[in-house]
């Protein structure tokens, strides 16, 4: 069973994030990640990459469940006003 922080962990070292949040019980955990690396990729590009990273941990049954929000700092902008 993994932990919000684990993952967090994680991710932080795998992509530069100008924000990371990570809310789980245990088994199901939700992401909203802020990436300039997004930039000028599709949704679908972005779930593949935090997917590519917590892989090992999806196929090791570690990490069972997890959704995410994933936006570039325009957008998280634009959504914040």
Known sequence: ???SEQIKKIIAVG?????LHVEGDG???EVILVSSAFVGKSRVQRQQMVNALLRPYFDSGELHAL???TLTPEERSALCG
């Open 67 to 69: 959704s995410m929000k």
């Open 1 to 3: 069973m993994m932990h």
């Open 27 to 29: 088994e199901h955990f």
């Open 15 to 19: 992509l530069s994030c100008e924000g």
